[in-house]
């Protein structure tokens, strides 16, 4: 199983930006990896969702246009920049990866299609 770790989540001001990392030790070559995140009382939601080659991408509709996922092979990472931040973008953020046979947006952004999961990193922003 792949372990996974991310970093890079904090306090900031709604308008900043701040970039997520997802470090894997494993094999995570062909694997999709994806970010998900659970705000205060709410359920978790998939934010992006990247293949294993890197060339195809999803995002939910509140990620568009301000986020961007992308992973770095050689460092065996996975990052979130987040751009233009707001106070809905308050939750923890968990990376997670999984070998998906089915790459439709619903299948990816399945949380249940994913092996292994970080432990999170938390991201608040106050107005």
């Known amino acids: 199983q792949v372990h996974l770790m991310e970093s890079g989540g904090g306090s900031v001001q709604a308008g900043d930006s701040l970039t997520l990392s997802c470090v894997a030790s494993g094999d995570t070559d062909r694997n999709w990896m994806a970010w998900f995140r659970q705000g205060p009382g709410k359920e978790r939601e998939a934010v992006a969702a990247?293949?294993?080659?890197?060339?195809?991408?999803f995002y939910s509709d509140s990620a568009k246009g301000r986020f961007t996922i992308y992973r770095d092979k050689a460092k065996n990472t996975m990052y979130l920049q987040m751009e233009n931040v707001n106070p809905e973008d308050t939750a923890l953020y968990s990376c997670a990866t999984g070998f998906l046979t089915n790459w439709s947006q619903s299948s990816v952004f399945t949380g249940e299609n994913y092996e292994s999961w970080g432990q999170g990193t938390q991201v608040t922003v106050s107005s």
């Open positions: 990247i293949s294993g080659g890197g060339t195809i991408t």
